[in-house]
């Protein structure tokens, strides 16, 4: 079994998220924020999300506000922000951290599993990585990396 399976966190209302309910599933993991100008791609990760979640693509976006400062808020504010401006009804989960000391582990995970650019550090919001259907990350995508970009590697991840 990957070790993505072994991963818990909170949802942004706090209740407890166990990774084992994306066993068979692909999912895009997402580092996002609210206040970036990197904001509107909530919009095609909605639309992929709407399009091919029947299909088992589970879309999670991890606010994080260590670039720029750009995801300030509280929960309620990011649950609000996400939903009112762009529709959002993916899985997001609470604040975190993805680079140092206090990184959430699943973060430490991907940049380890699939390192980028600047080597085992996220670079910027919306850096994207996507795992298959046996929990194995497939690649990483750079943060001015729009989502429907990807697309056909997403559904050869469906397919596969």
Known sequence: MSQFYEFKINNLQGKPLDFHQYEGKVVLAVNTASQCGLTPQYEELQALHKKYAEQGLVIMGFP???????????????????????????TVTEKIDVNGENSHPIFEYLRTELPGVFGNKIKWNFT????????????????????LSFENQIQQALQG
């Open 64 to 90: 994080c506000n260590q670039f720029g400062g750009q995801e300030p808020g509280e929960e309620k504010e990011i649950e609000q922000g996400c939903l009112i401006n762009y529709g959002v009804d993916f």
């Open 128 to 147: 994207k990585f996507l795992i298959g259907k046996d929990g194995q990350p497939i690649k990483r995508f750079a943060p001015t990396t729009k989502p």
